[in-house]
């Protein structure tokens, strides 16, 4: 009689890591490609800056905030792994449809499907960290995994600005998600789901429930809204960086893509390596670290941001942006330890999922539009300028996201489950 084979051992937390960081990569690239092609795609499609706002924003944000809950409830049920891998897939074939879109509706229903495969990435991943990495490690682990974004948007705005230059657009967009679609197999082999805790007996680990004893939780709201607002000016700078280079700077799109990724690189990992690090260091004196490091951070990024943006020449704005880029990265690693340590580790990617509802739906859904809009409003006093001014203005977001996160970290201590 056949002997039952033992299961595989899981992959060691680094090999886990490692595979989540270049998903997350994949994640961002594909978002970061509309940015650095929104000047072609503006062009060949005649679209407003307000409609190029709704698809960098609101077109991804609507449907990749609300559905992350249910998918961050369906990961923690039936597997992380595996929900991961699943939206990976999703999320590449419709980027891979974006570059087929002839018209702004067309594109902003693939927007849409980028935002629902999405929505399954992050809660999911940031769940998976957390149950394979100690305590006094976690913050530095969930750093490590969020240098996907400025490693994304990198490669992104580098790759999507040169493969447009040699080709067009869409072929930008057919080839990046190909290429996220080819990489969902090597995933699933190697990252699998390991036995999960059970719940407490009798607890309900529905999303209704962890939302309610969320909502209880004033530590919940600051430090999630805290985060969103501050969120509003980052993914909207992200998205129309590369457009001011080249309006108020007369920057190439080539040039662009090149200055823009090797900022975006070095700003992302001094930033959100130091805050990881930072707030596990203080975080053993006081739990309320986790929000106080980035609440700092922001306080710092409204004016140095204004400074920058006012800046006369590229390349001294260039130099002076990477200073509140760096801070403005700060906060990735802390804040989403902290929403961790919110719930018990069975509901933390539901947890997660509900804390990126107001996030993303704040940061995406209202920074890229919110910016393009009063760049259309602008645009009769000040022409070419008009971003540049929308820009400068929406800096000041961030001394409302410090004064929400300072008050955050006065709550958290007392609300931390270990």
Known sequence: MPQPQEPRPLARPGVVLAMLLAVYIF?????????ILA?????DLGLSDAQLGLLGGLAFAMLYSTVAIPLGSLADRLGRARVITASLAVWSLFTALCGMATSFTQLFIARLGVGVGEAGGVAPSYALVAERFPLHQRARAIAVYTLGVP????LGAFLGAKIAHAVNWRVAFA???GAGLVFALPFAMVVRDAPQPAPEPGRDTGVAAVFTRLAQLPAFWLIA????????CGYGFLFWAPSLFQRS???SMVQTGAYFGVQTVVAGVAGIMAGGWLADWLGHRSRGAYALVPGLAYLACAPAYVLSFQYGSASGAIALMLIPSVLGYVWLGPVTTAIQHLVPAPERATASACYLLINNGVGMGVGPWLIGRLSDH??????????????TITAGFYLIAATLMLLGSRQLARAWVS
Request: hydrophobic fraction near 55%.
């Open 27 to 35: 994640n961002f690239l594909d978002r970061q490609l509309l940015a």
């Open 378 to 391: 602008l645009t009769a006093g000040y022409g070419v300028e008009a971003l540049r001014m929308a820009m």
């Open 175 to 177: 080839v990046m998600g």
């Open 225 to 232: 809204f805290g985060a969103g607002v501050s969120s509003l």
């Open 151 to 154: 490693l994304g948007a990198a």
């Open 249 to 251: 700077y007369h920057l």
């Open 39 to 43: 000047q072609p795609i503006k062009a």
